[in-house]
């Protein structure tokens, strides 16, 4: 197939005819080399129209006080406030992963009223979208897959009822650590935990009790690691290994002050432990689980399959932020759950995670790399700035959040609706590297795999078929295909197949095996976009696409080319873009409507959100 849609105002690809070798465009190629993202947003921002500067921006929370004050007090220049296409874009993404409809981008530009971006934030938060969007979310940081068994249908399930009903996240995350379970196929909190077992040399036992099967030490190990990056914002892998003193020194100053054995009383808590698999016929089913607290406690002195043997020292728990250590009639694991989301750490970082999602930075970046010894400025050791950019604004996020019940729906609300958020990644004026972390503009990211597929889809009018297991009568799956879904992020677990599979791992779709990571910019990516038929299919004039529909619906080319645009990238072409794509259009109707949304969906501007 052919594009040679004139891109010249409209796309940041290049031309290309199909049996030829395709190159990345020249437009693309400064989008490979930044390293920061206030680069990269420079360098997005700079295919967009340009801004002036607007009229003072009024404070509407307390996020705004931190962020505006510290600009002026600094002197830093800030981007004026979005326009409105630019924020209902930009908000649905951020919140459902979903680009606007032509039929929303009416509505909101229809709408008068100084209180609509509130209100559409509100309607955004707790949607079913939004549900959506982040129980994938969660489920690509607990990297849940086959390890769980078919658990893990029943642990997104869980997840996404806990989502939309804002169950109160302190309450999900103790429930989480103390989960036991005869099955973590009917007990779906325990599935995070099955998901971390270290399996450990089989032994000769076939009744279901032989614990060698899974190296229950290391599993111990890992989900002790888990917790600390994920609730806490804090990374003891060093320490899992070694003391901190004479290792960290350059790395992270409070750590420094840790032993291995402070690691070990914390994983003690998960020392009664005992993760079983199910065994059927003698064999072992590793990702069906028995989940219990019957062991015989953490050993500081046992050999260890992935570091090295443990050094020794006593197996009383105690929770690393604060020494305090369990009590003796409790429950291990429900007293770590207990201290670990009492303390301030455990609202300050999850506050923190979700603002770097939101704001493209974290105030503490990366948000799972906390120096507890660098948060306070008025209390640094020598020679350390303080590691959060904001520590007022830090401190106040996590406290707003703890006094809300811990409501990550009330969170996002707070960020998404103040107007630090709300700010234009468009600046005006000579942009400096050191104001990005005063987010003195909207940084932008690149849409992630699934969102990117999820763009593509609402854009052409051609959704995808991403399969959901079906149910025999006994509950179980058998993996048929009783129904499907149209959205990438709309099911428990990544299953792309063939082109599509190329196309979502070029864009960074987690593998569920490895920690995922942020979507970068490659050479691979416009290729993939010029070139895959999961776009070229989908621009084409043919099975009730887009495209199809508005020729057939519209005579005057002049609508086709506004309802391509609206449906792509969510606002009206300009004048020059309209006179180009028009004419186009005129010299070869079908194909020129085909080479339009092509050439829309290789910009830049669609790739990124803003």
Not at 38 to 47: C, I, S, Y
Not at 159 to 178: F, H, M, N, Q, T
């Amino acid at each position: 197939m052919k594009f040679l849609f004139p891109v010249a105002l409209l796309c940041a690809a290049s031309a290309q005819v199909a049996d030829e070798k395709p190159v990345p465009a020249t437009a693309h190629a400064p989008l490979f080399r930044p390293k920061t993202t206030g680069q990269l947003t420079e360098r997005v921002t700079a295919a967009l129209p340009p801004v002036t500067a607007g009229a003072p921006v009024p404070h509407r929370n307390f996020i705004d006080d931190e962020i505006f004050g510290k600009m002026q007090r600094d002197g830093v220049p800030h981007a004026p406030l979005s326009s409105d296409l630019e924020f209902l874009r930009r908000v649905k993404l951020d919140l459902t992963g979903r680009i606007p409809t032509p039929a929303e981008v009416r509505e909101f530009t229809a709408d008068t009223s100084a209180a609509k971006r509130e209100r559409l934030v509100n309607q955004l938060v707790g949607s079913p979208e939004f549900v959506d969007k982040w129980a994938y979310f969660f489920m690509d940081i607990l990297r849940a897959n086959g390890k769980m068994g078919r658990g893990y249908q029943l642990f997104h399930y869980a997840l996404k009822e806990s989502l939309a009903a804002d169950r109160p996240y302190d309450d999900w995350v103790r429930g989480l650590i103390a989960a036991s379970a005869k099955s973590n196929f009917v007990v779906a909190s325990a599935n995070p935990i099955v998901r971390e077992h270290v399996e450990g040399k089989p032994g000769e036992a076939a009744d279901g009790d032989d614990l060698s099967k899974v190296n229950q030490l290391d599993t111990h190990d890992e989900l002790t690691i888990l917790y600390g990056k994920l609730f806490l914002g804090v990374n003891l892998s060093c320490i899992s290994c070694h003391n901190g003193g004479g290792h960290l020194e350059k790395v992270n100053v409070y750590l420094t002050s840790k032993r291995r054995l402070d690691f070990f009383q914390e994983a003690a808590f998960l020392g009664k432990t005992r993760y079983i698999p199910h065994v059927e016929k003698s064999a072992a089913v590793m990702g069906h689980f028995y989940v219990d607290d019957g062991g015989a406690g953490y050993d500081t002195k046992a050999d260890s399959m992935l570091r090295n043997r443990r050094s020794g020292g006593t197996a009383v728990p105690k929770f690393i932020l604060s020494g305090e250590a369990a009590r003796p009639d409790a429950e291990p694991r429900e007293e770590l759950g207990r201290m670990l989301t009492a303390h301030p750490q455990f609202a300050r970082a999850t506050a923190n995670m979700f603002w770097a999602k939101l704001m493209g930075v974290g105030l503490v970046d990366p948000y799972d790399e906390f120096d507890l010894a660098r948060l306070d400025p008025k209390n640094l050791p020598p020679g350390w700035d303080a590691q959060p950019s904001h520590p007022e604004l830090l401190e106040k996020l996590g406290t707003y959040f703890r006094e809300n019940q811990h409501s990550l729906q009330k969170l996002f609300k707070l960020i998404c609706n103040s107007n630090a958020y709300q700010l234009s990644a468009r600046f005006p004026g000579e942009w400096k590297e050191t104001y990005t972390r005063y987010y003195s503009r909207k940084l932008v990211r690149m849409l992630t795999a699934e969102e990117l597929h999820d763009a593509i889809a609402t854009a052409t009018s051609r959704p995808g078929k991403f399969v959901l297991a079906s149910k025999k009568e006994d509950g179980s799956s058998d993996g048929g295909a009783a129904s499907s879904v149209p959205m990438a992020m709309q099911v428990a677990v990544p299953q792309p197949r063939g082109e599509l599979k190329s196309f979502m791992a070029a864009f960074g779709e987690s593998n569920r095996g490895s920690p995922p990571r942020p979507p970068t910019p490659s050479p691979l990516q416009p290729i993939m976009m010029m070139r895959s038929p999961v776009v070229n299919d989908r621009v084409l004039a043919a099975k009730d696409s887009r495209v199809q529909r508005l020729l057939e619906t519209y005579p005057d080319n002049q609508r086709v080319v506004d309802e391509l645009f609206l449906a792509t990238l969510s606002r009206q072409p300009l004048p020059a873009e309209r006179e180009l794509a028009v004419m186009a259009m005129g010299k070869n109707r079908v194909e020129g409507a085909q080479n339009l949304q092509w050439a829309l969906l290789n910009l830049v501007e669609f790739l990124y959100n803003f």
